[in-house]
């Protein structure tokens, strides 16, 4: 994991503290277990919370991208190179003395730039398996920590909820 993306992690968890900092900070309803926050300060961290976490994301179409990329880069130099076999191949056939040679480098040629072009495939797919494989680890454990979060927020409403008798609900604060 690089050090970026202990700082894009370290950031979604310091942003998921400060949300869960301003729900339990906020001024409790007598008699229920709602709280009262900042409405302002609450969407401010929410916008702030979706921008790191695309990134991520963003960052998985990069990957997906650049294996794209490097396939169709692959695909050409080993179309280049067949080619280039393919026109030595036909140079050498054209002189009577060479035939037998020449079809021995056209074949050696053509075998070399099918392996080539494999290596480059294989390179590429390992390259973004291995990307993706990261990237897939790193949310992994991002939703477990959003999911760690939400248990606590939940522990703690049905907690609040246990401590104090209901009443009826205030409106509903709406954006």
């Known amino acids: 994991m ?5 700082g894009s992690n370290i950031e979604i968890l310091h ?18 277990s709602r709280a009262l926050v900042d409405e302002q300060e609450f969407v401010d961290l929410l916008d702030e919370i979706r921008a790191a976490v695309p990134e991520e994301v963003r960052q998985a179409k990069r990957v ?3 294996k794209d ?14 080619g280039a076999a393919r026109e030595e191949a036909s140079r050498i056939l054209q002189e009577d003395s060479l035939l037998r040679q ?4 056209a074949n050696a040629y053509v075998q070399d730039a099918i392996q080539r ?7 590429a797919d390992e390259y973004a398996l291995a990307a993706l494989e990261n ?16 248990a606590t927020l939940e522990r703690s409403l049905q907690h609040d909820q246990g401590a ?12």
């Open 64 to 66: 997906s991208q650049d």
């Open 164 to 175: 104090v008798e209901p009443s009826p609900e205030p409106e509903a604060v709406t954006r």
């Open 135 to 150: 990237l897939e680890e790193q949310l992994t454990r991002l939703l477990a920590s959003v999911r760690k979060g939400t």
């Open 102 to 105: 020449a079809r021995d480098q």
């Open 15 to 32: 942003l998921l503290d400060k949300l869960e900092a301003l729900v339990s900070g906020g001024t409790r309803l007598p008699l229920t």
């Open 117 to 123: 072009a494999d290596e480059v495939r294989r390179g």
């Open 69 to 82: 990329k490097v396939i169709l880069q692959a695909q050409g130099e080993a179309d280049k190179i067949l």
């Open 2 to 6: 690089t050090a970026a993306e202990r």
